[in-house]
């Protein structure tokens, strides 16, 4: 048995990491934040690590994907590589921040502490909360370790499927974030409440993700799952109470129900509409009287994950992009040397060509050319475009299609919430400028982390809250969506009119 060890230094955030002579970098960066969006097999490019000192081959997928100029600058596809020597290595994914929702609850009734966790399919984060008064007392937040079997949640299903073990690895990471938030006082957690999609419910949960695998995408596991400490493992009293909140339908879990809780939509008169803008796009529409939702495969272009020089909204990152007379301007997040584009500054960048011309509604770029220049070294390229066409497409079909559901028009529509680190980043003027949304700018509004506001409220609620009727539609099932998909592709032919 080789026993030797190399260690891994990763930049730019000065992390180090001690791993086994030979091991795959595929197995051995995910605990510290790397991700292998399409699992580790090499078709997407998106695990690219620079090699600063060091050396590593270069391989066949590392020819596919980079350059020969990239090559000789040393990158290299980190799914494909060992690490047999001492390694320094540039990880423009690695740190980024991730949103909660620090505010206090003044509904507190309850003793003792609880934990409120929003378990996103890319990101956890969780709060410790005292339910006496509804104050955070701490924050623990951290990457989805489940991101090694790829970022999106039918690659989750896939692995799951092929038999790797995605529940005692998020199981185990959520245990550390516990230990962290009570800091020696575990013994005082009366109560944890977990929300998450569909997927992360049930791969949490050890349910079969079999039935989501394919058409009509329907478990029959939808409720919600209880737990006591010690059947995960967790250091916490015996008593604690646990539980995952139930699942509305298709791919739409509990956090779009915390979140229609966190807007207040469930108690509203008026129509409201929240929209989670993820790789699995979330849409809910409705008040007090009922709510209607739906998920769409909006993809990983939001989060920049299909896109050729894409990121995630870490430091380096392009973020905003504006333009200042004829010069295009864009601000770099850290305000450090750019490394990427992440899902806001994509959306910015591709609403202002289309502003200047630049891009044509059909999503070509105007002068002919495959790339169109942001700032350098960052392009985007045809197909990037591309890729967000698509995307801005199935949010924008699935909100068309949930209101014909309803019978109710865009205008009746009084506000719309938009959650998530997307929607919480992403310029109003310029999702509605490539046709993300339908509206007036004056109806739309960031809430940030919704799912964990409403995990929180759920915590505190000394009832189970009485919610209006919930009807999740498939949009795969209706005969309309593939016309109004298509009918959602081209961008507006003319910049919409917004005002401030």
Known sequence: MNAATVRIRLEPMSVEAEVAQGESLASALPPFGVEFPCGGTSLCGGCGVRVLKGSLPVTGPDLLVFSAAELENGWRLACQAHAETPLVLECGQWHMDILTDNSSISMGC??????????????IAAQLVDMATGNVIAVETNLNPQSSFGSDVMSRI???????????????????????????????????VLVGNTVMHHLFAGLDVEPLAHAPFQSPHLGAQCFAPDELDWP?????RIRFERCVGGFVGSDILAGTIAVGMTGADDLQALIDLGTNGEIAIGNRHGI??????AGPAFEAGSIRMGMRAATGAIAR???LGDEMRATVIGDVEVRGICGSGLVDAIAVGLGRGKILPSGRIADGSKLFPVRAPVVLFQADIRELQLAKAAIASGFRLLLKHLGASADSVQSIYLAGAFGNYVQAESAIGIGLIEADIGRIHARGNTALRGAKML???????????????SLAADPGFQDAFMDCIAFPKMPAAVSK
């Open 158 to 192: 896939k692995a799951a499927l092929s038999g790797s073990d995605l529940t005692t690895v998020v199981r185990q990471a959520l245990r550390q974030m516990i230990v962290k938030l009570a800091d020696e006082r575990e013994q005082e957690i009366a109560e944890v």
């Open 236 to 240: 916490l009293p015996s008593t604690c």
């Open 459 to 473: 915590l505190l609620a000394e009832n189970d809250p009485i919610l209006p009727t919930i009807e999740h539609v």
């Open 321 to 323: 992009v504006s333009f």
């Open 292 to 297: 209607v939702c739906a998920s769409t495969a």
């Open 110 to 123: 309850k003793s003792g502490l609880g934990i409120a966790i929003d378990l996103g399919t890319t990101t």
